[in-house]
């Protein structure tokens, strides 16, 4: 049976901006969002009681909670952090799938200690080392570990065991399950799905008649079951850049000389970091002044200005007239074998 671990760093990049100013502590701290269109990238605990978030609008977030520190986003030293972390749990096992500079799965089935044995002394070993505090979930598979790391949070760990999978599925909302977002909650809401146990209702076919082969998936999922193995090594699967404009952008003339400039540094990055690897798309993205989106996407081999330019034209025309906020380009890598697929923007 395996073992596995899944670590989140508990507001990693607040936590950190706490102890190294620790006059910090105990007010609200949002990292990111200074810049007039910026967005929040991490809050602290006392900030999310005002319903401050990743990814909120600056400003909104100010309304939200007008006392809130906002601090600039130091990525050198999360990422130093970040690998401090990563070598403590070097020590425990060599299966190690990171999914972000704060959070990792962990496989440690090859070790006689329990599973939450090892988890509280990582953790333990984290706070002592850098003074951050880390949750910690232990599961038989990937999907439950990372559920059950949510459940003790802050600076805690919680165990689903193999016997008590039935009986904590029943229960669970239909939105902890990996890969059901706010359309297929309210997909499953109008048909009176709330929980995993109203999911455990419906059989494979009616499943699979409705939502087709991710049907199957849900029935399997609502159970408690996910084969993925936790993979070391995670392929980078494309490569993008984006840019808020202070100032909404009216014409698309406009976005030219941003679209050479990011162009350019993408196509910087491919022969510094990734001579290697083949271009499989180009991508365009675009976000309007009313924060509805769009992406236009072309198999193409290499980097073309004629065809990012044939995209931005086609997303432009999407936006029936509505001024742009953010502009963003990028490619999308041939995979590599055995590696995940990571999404673009």
Known sequence: MAKLIHIDMDCFYAAIEERENPSLRGKPVAVGGGSRRGVICAANYEARKFGVHSAMPGFKALQACPQLVMLPVRFDLYRSESARIRAIFGRF???????????????????????????????????????????????????????ASDW???DGQFEIKTEDIPGFMHGLPVKKLWGVGKR??????????????????????????RFGKWGLELYELSRGHDDREVK?????????????????????????????QMQESIRQTLEGKYRNRAVRALVIKLKFSD??????????????????TDLLKEAWSRGQGK???LFGIGVRLVDEKDDPQMEMF
Request: proline share 4%; charged share 30%; glycine share 2%.
């Open 93 to 147: 096992t060599e299966l190690i799938e990171p999914l972000s500079l704060d959070e990792a799965y962990l496989d440690v089935s090859h070790w006689q200690s329990t599973a939450a044995a090892i988890a509280k002394e990582i953790r333990a070993q984290i706070h002592e080392e850098t003074g951050l505090t880390a949750s910690a979930g232990i599961a038989p598979n990937k999907m439950l570990a990372k559920i």
């Open 152 to 154: 003790e949070k802050p």
């Open 184 to 209: 297929m909650q309210e997909k499953l809401a109008r048909i009176d799905v709330v929980t995993c146990g109203d999911l455990q209702k419906l059989d494979k076919i009616a499943l699979s008649r």
């Open 232 to 260: 070391p090594h995670r392929s980078r699967k494309s490569i993008s850049k984006e840019h808020t404009f202070v100032e909404d952008v009216v014409n698309i003339e406009a976005l030219l000389p941003q679209l050479e």
């Open 291 to 308: 924060f509805t989106r769009t992406t236009t996407e072309r198999a193409h081999p290499q980097l073309n200005e004629g065809i990012f």
């Open 323 to 325: 001024s742009v906020r």
